[in-house]
T-cell receptor
Framework: KQEVTQIPAALSVPEGENLVLNCSFT??????LQWFRQDPGKGLTSLLL?????REQTSGRLNASLDKSSGRSTLYIAASQPGDSATYLC????????????FGGGTRLMVKP | NAGVTQTPKFQVLKTGQSMTLQCAQD?????MYWYRQDPGMGLRLIYY???????DKGEVPNGYNVSRLNKREFSLRLESAAPSQTSVYFC????????????FGPGTRLLVL
């Protein structure tokens, strides 16, 4: 059974700091990995999707990397801003699981002005 | 486009009552999903519909039923609500194929007393 873990569960940083969020998964036979953002009381917004054949994806100040063999992904946020405060979730899609996703518990990020 | 919409936004039920959560998408997506989100546990898949006319169980299907009414709509029914079903429920959809990104609705907050 695929298990996805995100550490830390919560993180507080001052504005302007570069930071890294971690995601690990137990079964390396994945089809893709997605990072989502969730604002309080809201649904999820997809940030980046990395296919299993890719090593990284970039969107603006966000960069996600994937090391499938070690079962790890990181989300790098450059020059953090208070508007980045949210919960970040990673999710993996297994090879033989249609488009079903297995989610981690999320990292709650607070960026202080 | 409204994207993925869910009704109601909030509901309080007594144990044993029944209700249906509604979900609709206007993106002509093939696949639709129901998740529940509990504190510290990420999202867990309840049921999904890979295409119109098909439904399959996810990770936590017990106590729920679903109906893919047409391509746009996917409903989730609780026949006899239990306090353990207190949660936030999210509906999602995806085009699939080369566009695997899942798009989420705003959620329904359910409290079962």
């Amino acid at each position: 059974k695929q298990e996805v873990t995100q550490i830390p569960a919560a993180l507080s940083v001052p504005e302007g700091e570069n930071l890294v969020l971690n995601c690990s998964f137990t079964d390396s036979a994945i089809y893709n990995l997605q990072w989502f953002r969730q604002d309080p009381g809201k649904g999820l917004t997809s940030l980046l999707l990395i296919q299993s054949s890719q090593r990284e994806q970039t969107s603006g100040r966000l960069n996600a990397s994937l090391d499938k063999s070690s079962g790890r992904s990181t989300l790098y946020i450059a020059a953090s801003q208070p508007g980045d405060s949210a919960t970040y979730l990673c999710a993996v899609r297994r090879n033989n699981a249609g488009n079903m996703l297995t989610f981690g518990g999320g990292t709650r990020l607070m960026v202080k002005p | 486009n409204a994207g993925v919409t869910q009704t109601p936004k909030f509901q309080v039920l007594k144990t044993g009552q029944s209700m249906t959560l509604q979900c609709a998408q206007d993106m002509n997506h093939n696949s639709m999903y129901w998740y529940r989100q509990d504190p510290g546990m990420g999202l867990r898949l309840i049921y999904y519909s890979a295409s119109e006319g098909t439904t399959d169980k996810g990770e936590v299907p017990n106590g729920y039923n679903v109906s893919r009414l047409n391509k746009r709509e996917f409903s989730l029914r609780l026949e006899s609500a239990a306090p353990s079903q207190t949660s936030v429920y999210f509906c999602a959809s995806t085009l699939g194929g080369t566009r695997p990104t899942q798009y989420f609705g705003p959620g329904t907050r359910l409290l079962v007393l």
